[in-house]
């Protein structure tokens, strides 16, 4: 009798072990999916423009990027700062009527119309060809302090892959004809594209006074790739303000990115002739 009790403890013990070992194993799972979710949630965040993807925390999530660097942009643009260049020369705008806007896609961050070869500037005797344009809401570069309801990126690239941007901004006041033109292509879905195929006229949406700002500063947006050309044209063109609601509704509430420090940068000032 004390024998079979015995063995009775014994089997007893022996499934308690495996129930045990069991569980064990199977919380050890449960913690390892776990932390492999997380790990997994951590890598696929996307930055954006507020919360924890905002700008601020751009560096953590775009470990590759200049988004640290030493010449970043937008910055406040400061009249009583800024150098008189007489040496600098007017940009050469080649814009053309005849060249065509490919697409209107929604990234998600910005509305970005996308053109078809044929539009150009020259600077120094270096041609940048037009790749696409872009908006932000309200403006990310501030003059005096001031930000615009809207500015507008016009990005070129070299055939060396220098990059310059002419920036225009947007004040509130006349309907512009051009952007009913761009708008008549919205709304479009985040992520989506629309083919457009249809000729533009860019030089409607610059001002006709071409003074400038010029400095040295990166993308605005991750990687934030330094060696960016700045051309920002201090007189800023009028659109309506249900012009600005319409892009408004498509685009991430405040798409611009803060003032980046200066950091010993000077801004060139160029007067028209």
Known sequence: MRNKNTLLVLISLTIFSCKNNTETT???TSIIENKQELVSQK???????EGETGPE?????EKQSDCDGKQQSPINIIDVDVEDDNSLKPITIFYSSNVKVHDVTNNGHSIQYNFEKGDYITINDEKHELKQIHFH???EHTINGIRY???MHLV????NNKITV???MAKEGESSEPFNFLENYLPVKNGQTKQINTNFDLNLNLPKNKEYYMYGGSLTTPPCTEGVSWYIFKTPITISLNQVKQLQK???LNNYRNEQPMNGRVVKHYIPH
Not at 57 to 61: A, G, L, T
């Open 26 to 28: 199977t919380l050890n």
């Open 57 to 61: 925390h751009w560096v953590e999530i």
């Open 137 to 139: 809401e309200a403006s």
């Open 156 to 159: 070129h690239v070299s055939k």
């Open 166 to 168: 002419l920036a225009v």
């Open 149 to 151: 309801p809207l500015e």
């Open 250 to 252: 498509l685009m991430p």
């Open 43 to 49: 890598e696929s965040k996307h930055w954006t423009y």
